[in-house]
């Protein structure tokens, strides 16, 4: 395996990366994505194209492909062996098997989102990422994270330097003032039928 500039890419490149996809394949996890995205769509309108930042096997794409049939969907993933399995969920787009640090820009989508990604990545590396968002969105940007008004890391899986928490969407628009906040919302992981992991999202457009 090829080395990459943080330690972030290398531990979801390497076996971590590789495991993590056993622990994320689920019926119930399908479900509760259906109910967490259709929130989210139905505030959006004419969504032609999309583009997930970190996309791991694809189960967001795969529900929207259903709620957007006609969408073509793209993805980005560091991960070789969640790629394989990913094909299956992408809709007439492409898959960028590469990190995202390392994503060239080629044309915008509709709509670009991030879930439970921008929290894994290097901090010192998010104000790149959210240059990456902006310009590869031609209408709406999605960020679906663990939420904390100021800068936090926290333990992930017993290790240090994996996890953190902030306010990545208020940063993004702070950074990006002409983006306007469309609705947020909250998931909870005590929902009694569609649990999350205590993500946050906010829907912005530009």
Same mark, same amino acid.
């Given at each position: 395996?090829?080395?990459?500039?943080?330690?972030?890419?290398?531990?979801?490149?390497?076996?971590?990366?590789d495991?993590?996809?056993?622990?994320?394949?689920?019926?119930?996890?399908?479900?509760?994505?259906?109910?967490?995205?259709?929130?989210?769509?139905?505030?959006?309108?004419q969504?032609?194209?999309?583009?997930?930042?970190?996309?791991?096997?694809?189960?967001?794409? *795969?529900?929207? %492909? $259903?709620?957007?049939?006609?969408?073509? =969907? !793209?993805?980005i993933e /560091?991960?070789?062996?969640?790629?394989?399995?990913?094909?299956?969920?992408?809709?007439?787009?492409?898959?960028?098997?590469?990190?995202?640090?390392?994503?060239?820009?080629?044309?915008?989508?509709?709509?670009?989102?991030?879930?439970?990604?921008?929290?894994?990545?290097?901090?010192? *590396?998010?104000? %790149? $990422?959210?240059?990456?968002?902006f310009? =590869? !969105?031609?209408?709406? /940007?999605?960020?679906?994270?663990?939420?904390?008004?100021?800068?936090?890391?926290?333990q992930?899986?017993?290790?240090?330097?994996?996890?953190f928490?902030?306010?990545?969407?208020?940063?993004?628009?702070?950074?990006?003032?002409?983006?306007?906040?469309?609705?947020?919302g909250?998931?909870?992981?005590?929902?009694?039928?569609?649990?999350?992991?205590?993500?946050?999202?906010?829907?912005m457009s530009?």
């Amino acid at each position: 395996m090829r080395n990459y500039k943080t330690q972030q890419e290398n531990f979801w490149a390497g076996e971590f990366g590789d495991e993590y996809i056993s622990r994320n394949m689920s019926p119930e996890l399908l479900a509760s994505n259906f109910a967490f995205f259709s929130k989210i769509i139905n505030c959006t309108s004419q969504i032609s194209s999309i583009l997930e930042f970190g996309a791991n096997i694809g189960l967001n794409l *795969e529900v929207l %492909k $259903v709620l957007l049939p006609n969408a073509e =969907s !793209s993805a980005i993933e /560091i991960n070789k062996k969640a790629t394989e399995i990913l094909k299956n969920n992408i809709n007439k787009g492409r898959i960028y098997q590469q990190s995202i640090l390392e994503f060239t820009v080629d044309y915008q989508r509709d709509f670009v989102f991030t879930k439970g990604v921008l929290i894994h990545l290097n901090p010192d *590396e998010l104000d %790149k $990422v959210y240059q990456l968002l902006f310009d =590869s !969105s031609r209408k709406y /940007i999605c960020i679906a994270e663990y939420y904390n008004p100021s800068p936090v890391s926290i333990q992930y899986r017993g290790q240090e330097g994996y996890l953190f928490k902030r306010d990545f969407a208020g940063e993004l628009m702070n950074k990006y003032p002409s983006l306007q906040l469309i609705n947020y919302g909250f998931a909870y992981h005590r929902d009694n039928n569609f649990h999350q992991d205590d993500i946050t999202w906010f829907l912005m457009s530009k």
